[in-house]
C-alpha cells in the first residue's frame, strides 16, 4: 500500500507531464489513441506497443465514463494531463499489486523476513521515483520485472523448481508485456531459462513468442522501421545514432562503478555480499545445500544488464538492477535464515520485516518529498505556458524549439509520431503555434493535414502580422542563416523566464 501511496501522492504533486516528459509521455498519450482508434502508432522506438495498447484502453474505458459529450480525440486534446493521469496512476496501483502478490509468493516460499527485504530494496529504491510514476515505458516494465519474480521465486529461493502449465504461459504473457514496453527489460528473459524444468521454459517461451507477436501486431507496418531503427542504435555507443559516439566502443563501461555507487549502491552490496557466501559454501563444501541456480541465474541476468552498457546509459537503463537486488537479498537471507538460529526466531523475523520495511518507507517518503520540491521549484523558475498563452491570446504567433513544452506544445510535439491522429482537433483547439527545428533552424507550420515547412513568403507574413511572431527556441541560439527557407533574421529579445530567452522576430528576408 506504501508503494501505492507514495507514487500516487508524488505523481499528483509533481509539476504536469507536458513539463516534466512532455517527451515521451504525451507520445504514449497519443499513440495510445492512434493504436486503439487509428491507423497505428507512430512510435515503436523502444517500442513501446505493450503501454500504447494498455494507454489507449485506459483512455477509451476514461472517456466512456466521464461522457462529456465530445469524442474521445477532442475530449483528450482538451484534458490531456488528465487522461495521461490516469494511465499514469493505473501502472502505480498496477506496481502496488505486483509487489504484494509477487512479497506472497516470496513469504510461500521462504519466511517474513526474506519477503521483508525484498519489499525494503523495492520501496526504499529512491532511484525508481521519477520512472515509474509518470507514463512512460519504466512505469510498466517495473510491474513486469516484479512479477517475473514472483512467479519464479520458489525455483530461485530453491523450494521448487517447477511451476504449473498455466502459470507457465501467464509467465510467458507477462514476458513479452516487459518486452515490447522496453528493450531494458531484455536481462529479466534468462530469468525462467536457468531456473525452471524444460516443460515449463519451453511453454514459457512459446507462451512470450505468441504474445510478443500479438501485441506487435497492432504495429505490424512499423515493425521494419523498428528494426532498422534498433539495428542502428545497437551499432553505436551512443545513446542514438545522430548523436556522436565515445572515442572507443568500450568508453561507457568506465563509468558503470561510479553510476552503480550513485544509483543502485545496494546492487553493489548485496552482490558481494552473495560472492563472498558463495566462496564460503563452496570452500566449506555445502554447495549442495544453497540455491546455487537462482543466485546463477540474478547474477547472470545482471551480467547481461551491464553488459548493454556499452551504450551511453542513464539511471533508467540499468532500471532491472533494482528488483534483482531485491530478489538476491530475498534468497540470501532465505538460506541464511534456515542455518542459523537466531535468524530463524519469529522475533527475528518480525523484528527484521519491521525494521526494513519501515526505514524504507521513510527512506522512500523523504526521497519523494525531496524530488517533488525540486521539480516544483523547477517547475515555478521555468514554466512559461501563462507568458506564451497570453501572446497567442492576444493574436500573436508563436514558434517554439525541442524542450519548450507546454500543454498545447508537449501535443504538437507528440502528434509528430502518433500519424496525425490528434492533429485537426489539436490545430482547432490551440491554433497560432509553430514548430521551430533546432536541428535545421527553420520554421514548420501546422494545419488539420499536418506540419510542413513554411515558405519564406508565409514567414514574413507571419512576422509582419498585427501581433507578429514570438519565438523562444529552447536551446542556446545560433541559428545557421542562410537556410533554404529564409536569408537572415532579425530578433529582438522580449522577455526572460528562468532558462528560456523569448524573441520577437523583428524581420525575416527572403
Known amino acids: ?46 517500442p513501446g506497443t505493450s503501454l500504447q ?61 526474506s519477503t521483508a527485504i525484498f519489499q525494503a530494496i523495492i520501496l526504499g529504491a529512491g532511484v525508481f521515483f521519477p520512472f515509474r510514476v509518470y507514463l512512460i515505458p519504466e512505469a510498466l516494465v517495473i510491474v513486469c520485472a516484479i512479477l517475473v519474480i514472483g512467479y519464479i521465486a520458489p525455483a530461485l529461493l530453491g523450494m521448487s523448481d517447477r511451476i504449473d502449465n498455466k502459470a507457465a504461459f501467464v509467465l510467458g504473457v507477462v514476458l513479452a508485456v516487459g518486452l515490447t514496453a522496453k528493450v531494458v ?22 507462451s512470450m513468442v505468441i504474445s510478443t507477436a500479438v501485441i506487435m501486431f497492432f504495429a505490424r507496418d512499423q515493425i521494419a522501421r523498428s528494426i532498422e ?35 543502485y549502491p545496494i546492487y553493489l552490496f548485496v552482490v558481494v555480499l552473495s560472492l563472498l557466501i558463495l566462496v564460503y559454501v563452496v570452500t566449506r563444501r555445502r554447495i549442495m545445500t544453497f540455491p546455487l541456480r537462482g543466485l546463477l541465474a540474478l547474477l547472470a541476468a545482471s551480467v547481461l544488464a551491464l553488459l548493454m552498457a556499452y551504450k551511453a546509459f542513464r539511471a533508467n537503463d540499468l ?17 541464511g535464515s534456515m542455518r542459523v538460529a537466531f535468524l530463524a526466531k519469529s522475533t527475528t523475523q518480525l523484528g527484521v520485516a519491521t525494521l526494513a520495511v519501515v526505514l524504507a518507507i521513510s527512506l522512500n517518503a523523504i526521497d519523494t518529498r525531496s524530488k517533488v520540491s525540486e521539480a516544483n521549484t523547477n517547475f515555478t523558475e521555468n514554466d512559461i505556458s501563462e507568458f506564451l498563452d497570453s501572446y497567442v491570446s ?42 521551430f527545428n533546432i536541428w535545421n533552424s527553420m520554421f514548420y507550420t501546422f494545419s488539420a493535414e499536418g506540419n510542413r515547412l513554411a515558405t519564406c513568403e508565409e514567414l514574413q507574413a507571419i512576422v509582419n502580422s498585427e501581433s507578429g511572431l514570438i519565438f523562444v527556441p529552447g536551446r542556446e541560439l545560433n541559428l545557421s542563416a542562410p537556410t533554404m527557407q529564409y536569408a537572415s533574421l532579425i530578433l529582438i529579445p522580449e522577455a526572460i523566464q528562468g532558462r528560456n530567452v523569448i524573441y520577437r522576430v523583428a524581420s525575416a528576408t527572403c
Open 394 to 435: 492576444r493574436g500573436a504567433y508563436v514558434a517554439v524549439g525541442y524542450g519548450v513544452f507546454t500543454k498545447e506544445t508537449a501535443l504538437y510535439y507528440a502528434n509528430t509520431t502518433s500519424r496525425n491522429i490528434a492533429l485537426p482537433e489539436i490545430v482547432k483547439q490551440y491554433p497560432g503555434w509553430l514548430d
Open 185 to 206: 527489460f531484455i536481462p529479466m528473459l534468462i530469468l525462467p531459462l536457468i531456473v525452471l524444468k524444460w516443460r515449463q521454459t519451453l511453454i514459457t517461451y512459446t
Open 229 to 263: 531503427w534498433f539495428t542502428q542504435v545497437s551499432t553505436t555507443s551512443a545513446r542514438y545514432p545522430d548523436e556522436v559516439p565515445p572515442d572507443s566502443f568500450f568508453a561507457n563501461f568506465v563509468n558503470i562503478p561510479s553510476a552503480l555507487l550513485e544509483w
Open 319 to 335: 532500471f532491472v538492477l533494482v528488483p534483482i537486488s531485491g530478489a538476491i537479498a530475498a534468497l540470501l537471507w532465505s538460506w
Open 1 to 46: 500500500m506504501a508503494f501505492i501511496v507514495l507514487g500516487a501522492w508524488g505523481l499528483i504533486a509533481l509539476p504536469p507531464m507536458w513539463f516534466m516528459y512532455a517527451d515521451p509521455a504525451y507520445q504514449y498519450l497519443l499513440n495510445g489513441l492512434a493504436i486503439t482508434i487509428g491507423p497505428g502508432p507512430g512510435h515503436t522506438d523502444h
Open 53 to 113: 495498447l494498455i494507454s489507449g484502453l485506459l483512455t477509451l474505458a476514461s472517456h466512456m465514463l466521464i461522457r462529456d459529450g465530445s469524442g474521445v480525440v477532442a475530449s483528450v486534446v482538451a484534458n490531456p494531463e488528465m487522461f495521461a493521469l490516469i494511465s499514469a496512476i493505473t501502472l502505480v496501483i498496477g506496481q502496488g499489486a505486483a509487489l504484494y502478490w509477487t512479497s506472497i509468493r516470496i513469504y510461500r516460499s521462504s519466511n517474513l523476513g
